[in-house]
T-cell receptor, first 115, second 112 residues
Framework: DVKVTQSSRYLVKRTGEKVFLECVQD?????MFWYRQDPGLGLRLIYF???????EKGDIPEGYSVSREKKERFSLILESASTNQTSMYLC??????????????FGAGSRLTVL | DAKTTQPPSMDCAEGRAANLPCNHS???????VYWYRQIHSQGPQYIIH???NNETNEMASLIITEDRKSSTLILPHATLRDTAVYYC?????????????FGQGTTLQVKP
């Protein structure tokens, strides 16, 4: 069964801490994405990557950075966590360009609480 | 960008068909309609997608109107495990941007 695995389901961090959220997929997918999900706001795209070492800003990249050193791994970094970054973070991947025939496979999510 | 409109919530009796509507009146000719669902505290799960023709898979059926301005997801025999938020999405942007815009979705409550 194909999988997108997010390293932590639940994290609690303090304001100002550096936070790493890791995502690994075993499907040899080219595209990987990070979304955050908040009540009333739906899923919002933070960053995505369509190749190793490539990255593109999504709709809300401020306060975040990403790293894609290997095809299977896409990391989301919060350089200095703030309370407004408390959220559910979802990683997803898809093969090739996101044409009509391709679909997103999501991980189970990482719920981050910043105190 | 094509946007979608869905009712915020629906109820369905267990064993009955659940019909979830979606309006996407500004959809362009090469945009697909996707349906995902999200069970509480899990990541969204792909259900089905289509361009013009009706589609069916082991999970659901997708009915797209001839003018493509609306569609209906049909769960033929809803079970309690189908209780989830259902998202109707149309793909936006050029093919390598990877953007799928999720709206608020429809919360489907399947009742015994």
């Amino acid at each position: 069964d194909v999988k997108v695995t997010q390293s932590s389901r639940y994290l609690v961090k303090r304001t100002g801490e550096k936070v790493f959220l890791e995502c690994v997929q075993d499907m040899d997918h080219e595209n990987m994405f990070w979304y955050r999900q908040d009540p009333g706001l739906g899923l919002r795209l933070i960053y995505f990557s369509y190749d190793v070492k490539m990255k593109e800003k999504g709709d809300i990249p401020e306060g975040y950075s990403v790293s894609r050193e290997k095809k299977e791994r896409f990391s989301l970094i919060l350089e200095s966590a703030s309370t407004n970054q408390t959220s559910m973070y979802l990683c997803a991947s898809t093969k090739g360009q996101l044409s009509g025939a391709n679909v997103l496979t999501f991980g189970a999510g990482s719920r981050l609480t910043v105190l | 960008d094509a946007k979608t409109t869905q009712p915020p919530s629906m109820d369905c009796a267990e064993g009955r068909a659940a019909n979830l509507p979606c309006n996407h009146s500004t959809i362009s000719g090469n945009e697909y309609v996707y349906w995902y669902r999200q069970i509480h505290s899990q990541g969204p799960q792909y259900i089905i997608h289509g361009l013009k023709n009706n589609e069916t898979n082991e999970m659901a059926s997708l009915i797209i109107t001839e003018d493509r301005k609306s569609s209906t997801l049909i769960l033929p025999h809803a079970t309690l495990r189908d209780t989830a938020v259902y998202y109707c999405i149309v793909r936006v942007g050029p093919s390598n941007t990877g953007k799928l815009i999720f709206g608020q979705g429809t919360t489907l409550q399947v009742k015994p």
